[in-house]
């Protein structure tokens, strides 16, 4: 943001304000600093606000502030005596007419965040947990049948040499029958040949 944008947005917001309840002549000049740095001054006179951008040599304050501090003071997200309190601003001068012209700035409309969106980010996060609790069952529920078929194959290969093993030893007994009946039928036929 620029120096002349930021007087333009300060004027904007600031001449708007009812400035009839400050009775008494007060002129602060603001030091800008960071970006749209540079110098100009808020005077209260006859009931209105005028900012203009200029250095005010006859002031009764000189207030040293970001022009991020100063939007967020010209939107009403920011207390003037606040940001004086808390550091943000530096104040020169007359306290007192300043904290006039806060009581003027506590008139700005104060920006509020909309509910919906509000609403929006809590339903949001509410499938998100049910989300979490499906992912969660899916991945025991995977665990689980992995280790059933793990279980599965390690019976199996234990169980394919058994079976190997034993139908090896049945053909092997079955071959030893067959083996034993051969000279058995050998010698009847041989016998019956003989009786013919």
Known sequence: MTY???VEKMAKALTAVDASAVSEHIAVQVNVTGEGE???YIEAAEGKLAVEPYDYIDRDALLTASAEDLIAVSAGKLNLE???SEGKMTLEGSYDKVMVLGSVFAQLPVKKRKAPAKKKTETAEKPAAKRTCRTKKTIAEAAE????AVKAEA???VEKPAKAAKKTAAKKTAEKKTAEKKPAAKKTAKKAEKAE
Do not use: N, V
Not at 145 to 148: F, N, S, Y
């Open 4 to 6: 002349h944008e930021l």
């Open 145 to 148: 049948t992995a280790e059933a």
């Open 82 to 84: 606040t940001a004086i």
């Open 38 to 40: 540079g110098a100009f």
């Open 155 to 157: 019976a199996e290969a």
